[in-house]
């Protein structure tokens, strides 16, 4: 079965550096998603991307986050300048033409900020 | 703001069955999901009801939806040790992208 495919599982960075996730979404999927899940809360939404740009943002996607789709199979996450509180699980996820039939979420990257 | 409440824990016997309770605000929605969180995995699409719809019957669950009081729920019959995980309700945002997630539902099952 296909699957979302997220690297690296786990992330230790210091504070204020840059962090770049990676996730290769389903290669027949043209809608991708971030999402956060810091310890303990609900799983909360960041982006979604389509047809190369941002379709929609949350209030907690602000400017030192950004999304990219380098090269036709990748879409990554970068954090500008980390904080304590980026420290959370990130996942990754896509569908196919339509959101409405649900995501195919990646296993998720721990990211932890020391 | 769409938001989606969900019970905490819920802990069952082995063949006993789980119910499930989730209530959201959204009621635009044209789908809403369940989700499963096994320890140290991604979020698994269990099922998912069209909003016309009132019940769901998918082998071993059963998903109920009252539009009405904006209330869903997951039966899963005949549980089973491996359904122990963290099960999440999910309600799409106005625009369809997002998806707004319940805080979950941890279920232990025990023998």
């Known amino acids: 079965e296909p699957e979302v495919t997220q690297t690296p599982s786990h992330q230790v960075t210091q504070m204020g550096q840059e962090v770049i996730l990676h996730c290769v979404p389903i290669s027949n999927h043209l809608y991708f998603y971030w999402y956060r899940q810091i310890l303990g809360q609900k799983v909360e939404f960041l982006v979604s991307?389509?047809?190369?740009?941002?379709?929609?943002k949350s209030e907690i996607f602000d400017d030192q986050f950004s999304v990219e789709r380098p090269d036709g199979s990748n879409f990554t996450l970068k954090i500008r300048s980390t904080k304590l509180e980026d420290s959370a699980m990130y996942f990754c996820?896509?569908?196919?033409?339509?959101?409405?039939?649900?995501?195919?979420f990646g296993s998720g990257t721990r990211l932890t900020v020391v | 703001g769409e938001d989606v409440e969900q019970s905490l824990f819920l802990s069952v016997r082995e063949g006993d069955s789980s119910v499930i309770n989730c209530t959201y605000t959204?009621?635009?929605?044209?789908?809403l999901y369940w989700y499963k969180q096994e320890p140290g995995a991604g979020l698994q699409l269990l099922t998912y009801?069209?909003?016309?719809?009132d019940m769901k019957q998918d082998q071993r669950l059963t998903v109920l939806l009252n539009k009405k009081d904006k209330h869903l729920s997951l039966r899963i019959a005949d549980t089973q040790t491996g359904d122990s995980a963290i099960y999440f309700c999910?309600?799409?945002?106005?625009?369809?992208?997002?998806?707004?997630f319940g805080k979950g539902t941890s279920l232990l099952v025990t023998p």
């Open positions: 009801i069209f909003s016309n719809m």
């Open positions: 991307f389509y047809n190369n740009e941002i379709s929609e």
């Open positions: 996820a896509s569908s196919g033409d339509s959101p409405n039939y649900g995501y195919t």
């Open positions: 999910a309600d799409p945002s106005n625009s369809g992208y997002a998806l707004n």
């Open positions: 959204d009621s635009s929605s044209t789908y």
